[in-house]
């Protein structure tokens, strides 16, 4: 069983940043592979950003792409989504996922193994 809290979401205006941590349980974590996803009201939940067990692979959603950066801390069991430039369309709620079967780097929602609660990010304009 892996348990996964995020944190760090939040308010901010268009422009702003915030980071998202999300710490995992288990003695294991640095062989998960681990994503951040999120979800606006009515909307599917669709992939942000992904990150290989090793830290060394990352794919990233197009919308995201040089403005939002994944990373991971295997010592400290914790990823991260820093998210720069943030715009209004942003808004969602944002989870953490990780995959406990050993791929290399997974992108697909149905794929993942574990979730967190969710981390709300609002975006004002």
């Known amino acids: 069983q892996v348990q996964l809290v995020e944190s760090g979401g939040g308010m901010v205006q268009a422009g702003g940043s915030l980071r998202l941590s999300c710490a995992a349980s288990g003695r294991t974590f640095s062989r998960y592979a681990m994503g951040w996803f999120r979800q606006a009201p009515g909307k599917e939940r669709n992939l942000v950003a992904a990150?290989?067990?090793?830290?060394?692979?990352?794919d990233y959603a197009d919308s995201v792409k040089g403005r939002f950066t994944i990373s991971r801390d295997n010592a400290k069991n914790t990823v991260y989504l820093q998210m720069n430039s943030l715009k209004p369309e942003d808004t969602a709620v944002y989870y953490c996922?990780?995959?406990?079967?050993?791929?290399?780097?997974?992108?697909?929602?149905?794929?993942?193994?574990?979730w967190g609660q969710g981390t709300q990010v609002t975006v004002s304009s």
């Open positions: 990150i290989s067990w090793s830290g060394l692979r990352t």
């Open positions: 996922a990780a995959d406990v079967s050993s791929s290399p780097i997974v992108t697909a929602v149905g794929e993942y193994d574990y």
